[in-house]
């Protein structure tokens, strides 16, 4: 069956320092890869996409890579800040649809 | 752009009863997607329509749960009778054409519906 894997554990960080997130996925042959944060009470907010021919992707302090050989996109944010304090979400497009289907999300604490 | 509005935003409701949830997309986008996320099992896609047709309902999880999109700017699911495993927070998201793998999805800010 089709999996998307994110650390179930909150990753909490000192503001300034990079904050990495990783995401994994099984039974899928993705052609882009979306990442997406969630506040409290709020829907996902997309935030960047990648292409399977793409190994990198910049957007302000973040970046994210993609690698089809290893099933894996990490997602990083350089020189957090306490507003970065959210949950972020990886999804693929599912190999028999056209909808998307989500990760869990891995929940992020900056601290000041 | 006011974006994906759904409504109610809190639903409390008793065992048994019929409740609808609504939708309003972004104009212009083609696809609708309605997702269900709990703790346990995160964001579920439960139905999508592209175009107001319903593409693949696999997602709902019993007849319990229907869904319509009778024009662009409109969509609703409803739960008749709902019963506390129903219990969750609903979202609804628009894209701007099929194929979302390439397309970002637009959510609203849920309903969380709670029947007791």
């Known amino acids: 069956s089709q999996k998307i894997e994110q650390n179930s554990e909150a990753l909490n960080i000192q503001e300034g320092k990079t904050a990495t997130l990783t995401c994994n996925y099984t039974?899928?042959?993705?052609?882009?890869l979306q990442w997406y944060r969630q506040d409290p009470g709020r829907g996902p907010v997309f935030l960047l996409l990648?292409?399977?021919?793409?190994k990198e992707k910049r957007k302000e302090r973040l970046k994210v890579t993609f690698d089809t050989t290893l099933k894996q996109s990490l997602f990083h944010i350089t020189a957090s800040q306490p507003a970065d304090s959210a949950t972020y979400l990886c999804?693929?497009?599912?190999?028999?649809?056209?909808?998307?289907?989500f990760g869990k999300g891995t929940s992020l604490l900056v601290t000041p | 752009d006011a974006g994906v509005i759904q409504s109610p935003r809190h639903e409390v409701t008793e065992m048994g009863q019929e409740v609808t949830l609504r939708c309003k997309p972004i104009s212009g986008h083609n696809s609708l997607f309605w997702y269900r996320q709990t703790m346990m099992r995160g964001l579920e896609l439960l139905i999508y329509?592209?175009?107001?047709?319903?593409?693949?309902d696999s997602g709902m999880p019993e007849d319990r749960f229907s869904a319509k999109m009778p024009n662009a700017s409109f969509s609703t699911l409803k739960i008749q009778p709902s019963e506390p495993r129903d219990s969750a927070v609903y979202f609804c998201a628009s894209s701007l054409r099929v194929g979302v793998g390439n397309s970002p999805l637009h959510f609203g800010n849920g309903t969380r519906l709670t029947v007791t």
């Open positions: 999804a693929l497009q599912a190999n028999s649809g056209y909808a998307l289907n």
């Open positions: 329509f592209n175009n107001n047709v319903p593409i693949d």
């Open positions: 039974n899928y042959s993705p052609a882009y």
């Open positions: 990648i292409r399977e021919n793409e």
